[in-house]
């Protein structure tokens, strides 16, 4: 996969890791456990957990780059919209801390970390992967990772095929308007802690948190 802002199993391997994490994961049981001043959930992945969220129990939004999770000096807290309280804490990245994601970006391959002809395997890895999430989200199905097309050609034989898959570093900005920032933040941190969890590289997908004037000057770097 790309780079993201915001965001190698062999298949002869892949039958016998599946069937240990379906396995560990009809062990769990569903819960609160204390974290500090926080409540965390039970689940190996998350940190929260929904329903103990609060003025007095915040829960905290961390930023990803180079495949390991980093608070920051300046936090955005975001007030509960029932009674005020701010219950949760969103570690925001300014100008002076961009660097390490500049860093991250230019280390993506212009051809794509996700290319179908120089990295296949990643196919394999990322199609377990989506199999295991959907699992734990409890989806019917799996989407698409990539989409290829072919045509017939001119004359017998002859076919033109199109591959289609992300190309070099790209950034996601994603809503970001109030009150959906209230849910975005916290969700996308705890989802890409569930695709780690599922055997998502680290080092594939950053996540930022920062304002429209920081992103810019971030994309403006990379570029």
Same mark, same amino acid.
């Given at each position: ?5 915001l965001?190698?199993e ?6 016998h ?8 994961y ?13 409540v965390?959930?039970?689940l ?24 390991k ?7 955005n ?11 949760i804490k969103?570690?925001?990245?300014d100008?002076n801390g ?11 391959p ?11 395997e990643r196919?394999?890895l990322y199609?377990?992967?989506?199999a295991?999430?959907?699992? =734990?989200?409890? +989806?019917?199905?799996?989407?698409? @990772? ?7 050609? &001119?004359?017998? %034989?002859q076919?033109?095929h199109?591959?289609?898959w ?7 900005i994603?809503p970001?308007n ?5 849910p ?5 941190e705890q =989802?890409?802690? +569930?695709?780690?969890?599922?055997g @998502? ?7 930022i &948190?920062?304002? %429209?004037k920081t992103?810019n000057?971030?994309?403006m770097?990379?570029?």
């Amino acid at each position: 996969m790309h780079r993201i802002v915001l965001q190698r199993e062999i298949r002869s391997r892949a039958s016998h890791k599946a069937l240990s994490w379906f396995s560990s994961y009809n062990l769990f049981r569903y819960g609160t456990k204390s974290c500090g001043n926080r409540v965390c959930s039970s689940l190996p992945f998350a940190t929260v957990e929904a329903e103990g969220i609060s003025g007095s129990q915040p829960a905290e939004v961390q930023n990803l780059v180079q495949g390991k999770w980093t608070r920051s000096a300046a936090w955005n807290t975001l007030v509960d919209p029932l009674n005020g309280e701010p219950f949760i804490k969103v570690a925001e990245v300014d100008g002076n801390g961009i660097q390490p994601f500049v860093e991250s970006l230019s280390k993506c391959p212009k051809h794509g970390l996700h290319n179908p002809f120089k990295s296949p395997e990643r196919y394999l890895l990322y199609g377990d992967i989506s199999a295991k999430a959907a699992h =734990m989200l409890a +989806l019917p199905k799996v989407r698409f @990772l990539a989409r290829s097309f072919a045509v017939p050609g &001119n004359h017998i %034989g002859q076919q033109s095929h199109g591959y289609r898959w992300p190309y070099g570093p790209v950034a996601i900005i994603t809503p970001f308007n109030f009150p959906l920032e209230i849910p975005v933040s916290i969700v996308m941190e705890q =989802m890409m802690r +569930l695709l780690h969890y599922c055997g @998502l590289p680290a080092e594939d997908v950053d996540f930022i &948190n920062s304002d %429209g004037k920081t992103m810019n000057k971030l994309l403006m770097e990379v570029c």
